[in-house]
């Protein structure tokens, strides 16, 4: 830019910002709607150039502004679309360094906290705040430390759209990453997440704790119920999710409490099972219906020990059990069981549910060889015998 542009260009942005002090909401919203349209995709030199060198000076009130009216919604999509033009401008992190002093990141978290935020406004201030994060170590401890774990957590188990919740699991992610400080603060709040009522959100959660729990060294006793929980699931994506964290569990230090789990779901508790009947019998539903999620987490169960020993059946690895639950189910349940275990319980009839309901295998020690203690010792020493 020439010095005798540079005049020209000061006076019109500062006649711009003249305007902005003096417009209401409609003059603004149409001043933001101009904003977007023209500045989209710039880098931090292009709207320096724009602005002569004073976009700071927009940016600041911008940031002001939203946060004195964030819970009224006034104008907050345009507003965090904006915002997004600065911190995405490439080329220099200057807008993101003053957008975070201005508390730009409180507000943003304010946002995700506040009742009455639209869904999408959500969906835009999480990813500002993913941009936050991407940008670097620093970025990531300035989020945590304003409690950002926890109400982006919350925002997780609230919200209903799928755009919101994949973003949520993005920037989880994202904070995990590079974060050694809190790092273990966002594993524990992913583990808490898996109580979580949305199916998405909870394949969203188990896929984002299986990249977190890669890049940790050690596990934390607590993931073991609700993570068998999972398996309960009739969403077979859920279920996905949740077999292959554990399989990627076997490594660690819960292996043998989750192998105990597994073992002691192929068998539901009798008075377990009662409780879902006498739900569904109260509301003249069949007992095969209203105990469809035991068998679901049942097979579950099965399917993650069967791909747990390098994609062999259990059973097969080890005869004694292979002769005892081959009894107990019958030839016809237990080939439809070795044949695809993760579907078999869809196609189970009312005599076939009740036979795994009521019939229990009993194995003493007696009955294993010392090879076989040996292994089942290494893979996880608890299924007592």
């Known amino acids: 830019m020439s010095t005798r542009e ?58 002001t502004w939203m946060r004195l009216t964030y819970m009224f919604g006034t104008c907050l999509g345009l507003q965090l679309s904006a915002i997004g033009i600065f911190l995405s401008a490439s080329g220099h992190d200057q807008y993101l360094v003053e957008f975070l002093e201005d508390g730009g990141v409180l507000t943003l978290l304010d946002v995700l906290s506040h009742t009455q935020s639209r869904e999408e406004d959500k969906a835009d201030a999480l990813r500002l705040l993913l941009t936050v994060s991407n940008a670097g170590r620093k970025y990531k401890e300035i989020i945590c430390e304003s409690h950002g774990v926890k109400v982006i957590a919350d925002c997780l188990d609230r919200s209903n759209t799928e755009e919101a919740q994949e ?32 199916p998405r959100a909870q394949q969203l959660v188990l896929h984002t704790l299986h990249i977190v729990q890669s890049r940790t060294k050690a596990t934390h006793h607590s993931i073991v119920e609700p993570l068998l929980n999972m398996l309960r699931s009739l969403h077979l994506e859920v279920q996905d999710e949740a077999v292959t964290l554990i399989l990627g569990l076997k490594c660690y230090d819960v292996r043998s409490a989750l192998l105990s789990g597994l073992v002691a779901l192929l068998r539901p508790i009798n008075e377990e099972a009662k409780q879902h009947q006498s739900a569904e019998e109260a509301e003249t539903i069949t007992i095969m219906t209203g105990s469809l999620p035991v068998f679901v987490q049942q097979a579950a169960a099965a399917k993650a020990i069967r791909y747990g020993h390098d994609a062999k059946h259990f059973v097969r690895s080890f005869p004694v059990i292979e002769e005892h639950v081959q009894r107990v189910m019958g030839n016809t349940l237990f080939a439809a069981f070795m044949h695809q275990a993760e579907t078999v319980y869809m196609n189970l009839d009312e005599t076939q549910a009740e036979i795994l309901l009521t019939n229990k295998v009993n194995i003493s020690a007696a009955d294993w060889t010392s090879s076989e203690r040996h292994v089942l010792n290494v893979a996880g020493d608890e299924l007592n015998p």
């Not at 003059?27 to 349209?37: A, I, P």
């Not at 992610?173 to 997440?193: A, D, F, M, R, V």
């Open 167 to 198: 973003t949520v699991g993005a920037l989880l992610e994202s904070l995990s990453h590079g974060n050694p400080k809190y790092q273990n603060q966002i594993y524990k709040s992913l583990i808490t997440l898996m109580a979580c009522s949305s």
């Open 6 to 63: 540079e005049p020209a260009n000061l006076g019109k942005v500062l006649s711009f910002l003249r305007e902005w002090d003096r417009g209401d909401r409609t003059v603004r919203g149409r001043m933001l709607n101009t904003f977007l349209s023209q500045h989209k995709g710039k880098s931090f030199c292009e709207l320096e150039c724009e602005f002569a060198q004073v976009s700071s000076l927009f940016l600041a009130r911008l940031t």
